[in-house]
């Protein structure tokens, strides 16, 4: 267990404050947690405003997607979660996941000067095919409404080694730079600045004005891929309401909502 926050992690509010980032205030951050996810879901149900974030060095029970577990390195990874005061309707939520996505793409692009930065739909941020980061995003809702959204991110910074079972598909911000690997308060401020700055555009009006930016860091247009149904054909891109589009053979476009695709290898 690891039992102080990192040298490189304590000037996160700092650089939000300089930044005049909307969100990011405040900022609890921790060596050791369960899941910073699980932190801003109790956060939220006690009343904490909208751009609380939570941070820790390690978490003893992170998770990804479909509940699988995240695998990270203490201290050497972005473990974030931020809190989201937004009232929008369930189908909004996989747009935010995008637009989260699109914000740690930037963050890392900005930090580490690469530019084959991706994201590959619906969560991952990936160079090269390997993972570099990931995005959950989880929402409580009244009814049928959203009042609150937890965007949780973990980032592979420091990290030049992986475990035996990821070690082919994964890779890190300090693989990827050009130079000195950035600090992972800055990689946590910008992606905390970019994600302000465009959402609520997306809350109020989808992903149309952001449609030029998904086109280019799109990891799949062009490529043939399969569903987890099955569906097999060549993605053509991300609509305004989130969704892969896939050309089957036959001409059809497929829209999928949710769930995962794999690149089909020719």
Do not use: Y
């Not at 390997?130 to 910074?157: D, H, P, Q, S, Y």
């Not at 555009?201 to 043939?224: H, I």
């Amino acid at each position: 267990m690891i039992r102080r926050v990192g040298a490189d992690l304590e000037r996160a509010r700092t650089l939000v404050a300089e930044l005049g980032c909307g969100l990011g205030h405040p900022m609890t951050i921790v060596a050791t947690t369960v899941s910073t996810n699980d932190d801003a879901s109790r956060g939220a149900r006690e009343g904490a405003p909208h751009g609380a974030t939570w941070v820790a060095e390690d978490q003893t029970a992170g998770r990804g997607r479909r509940g699988r577990s995240w695998l990270a390195v203490p201290g050497e990874c972005v473990l974030a979660s931020v809190l989201l005061r937004v009232a929008c309707s369930p189908q909004r939520l996989p747009q935010i996941a995008l637009l989260a996505g699109l914000a740690v793409r930037d963050a890392v692009a900005r930090a580490s000067g690469a530019d084959d930065v991706r994201i590959k739909w619906p969560n991952d941020v990936v160079v090269a095919d390997r993972k570099l980061a990931g995005v959950l995003v989880e929402g409580a809702t009244v009814g049928a409404r959203v009042e609150a959204v937890v965007v949780g991110v973990g980032i592979n910074v420091h990290a030049r080694s992986f475990p035996d079972e990821i070690a082919d598909r994964a890779t890190s911000v300090a693989l990827v730079t050009r130079g000195d690997p950035p600090d992972r308060a800055v990689v946590l401020a910008h992606f905390l600045a970019s994600l302000d700055r465009d959402l609520h555009v997306v809350v109020s009006r989808g992903l149309g004005l952001l449609r030029a930016r998904l086109e280019a860091a799109d990891a799949l247009a062009g490529r043939r891929v399969r569903s987890e149904a099955g569906d097999e054909g060549i993605a053509a891109g991300i609509d305004d309401d989130g969704r892969l589009m896939v050309r089957r053979d036959g001409g059809v476009i497929a829209r999928l909502g949710a769930g995962e695709v794999f690149l089909v290898r020719t």
